[in-house]
């Protein structure tokens, strides 16, 4: 019976995932066809030409960014754990993003522990998706908001045995009826929709490298008065 119960539950979980995925898929993808089909007009402008590829380009980033999030939710390997300099980690994560970042007009701060002797016990890979996920989501948040200036802290700090790594911004922050679901398989609290699955395979990704993802309750430095992520890391015992 727990065996029916358990394949019961996982199809149920796949069939949610299928139709998530459909409709996430149509609106970037019916955008494509429909920009395409006007670019294929002969009294197109040059200046609504290259609009139409810039939104093109857009959407079809859009709708790689849902298949990558669908892969790495039904493909997470087992962590290879090792020691990991982690301010080398961040700082190549948060590079990944930089030209997207510049783009936005997001301004960056890295604030870290820049220290080689400092190490964690992880896989360097999925730091890296953890971080691109939370700097993306921070990202997108803003594009949602009116805010002029736009600021992502990312901070890193070794205490009792572990990495805090923060991920913050000066945004409006988490709406109170998001945060207790905003780690749930499926949720996205963004008007833009969105699987849903980014936080949540981080979380599960986090733990499985013996730390955790959390958001927090309250900002730590009024400076930043958005959204406070906190990704944990067990420091590696070799770190002095």
């Known amino acids: 019976m727990t065996t029916l119960i358990q394949e019961s539950d996982s199809l149920k979980l796949v069939e949610k995932l299928i139709r998530r995925i459909v409709h996430d898929l ?9 920009f395409a089909e006007l ?15 810039h939104l093109i380009l857009e ?14 939710f039904g493909d997470l390997p087992d962590p290879q754990v090792s020691d990991v300099e982690l301010s080398s980690a961040v700082r190549t994560a948060v590079s990944l993003r930089q030209s997207m970042q510049r783009s936005a007009n997001i301004e960056v ?16 890979t999925y730091i890296g998706r953890i971080l691109m996920n939370l ?12 805010s002029l200036e736009k600021h992502l802290l990312v ?18 922050g988490v709406l109170e009826g998001i945060r207790s679901r905003i780690f749930d398989p499926f949720y996205s609290g963004r008007k833009s929709g969105g699987l849903g699955l980014g936080l949540h395979v981080s979380r599960s990704v986090a733990q ?23 990704l944990t890391l067990p420091a590696s015992l070799q770190s002095k």
């Open 39 to 53: 670019l294929s007009y002969p009294t197109v402008s040059e200046e609504k030409r290259k609009r139409y590829i």
């Open 155 to 172: 901070r890193s700090r070794f205490a009792d045995g572990f990495a805090r790594i923060v991920v913050a911004d000066n945004g409006i």
């Open 135 to 146: 700097l993306l989501n921070a990202e997108q948040a803003f594009k949602e908001q009116a």
């Open 26 to 34: 149509s609106n970037p993808l019916s955008a494509v066809v429909g």
């Open 59 to 72: 959407q079809a980033t859009r709708a790689r960014q849902i298949i990558d999030t669908m892969s790495q």
């Open 208 to 230: 499985r490298m013996g730390g955790d993802l959390v958001l927090l309750d309250e900002p730590e430095d009024p400076a930043w008065p958005g959204a406070w992520f906190l």
């Open 109 to 124: 701060t890295l604030d870290l522990e820049d220290d080689s002797d400092r190490l964690v016990r992880a896989d360097r």
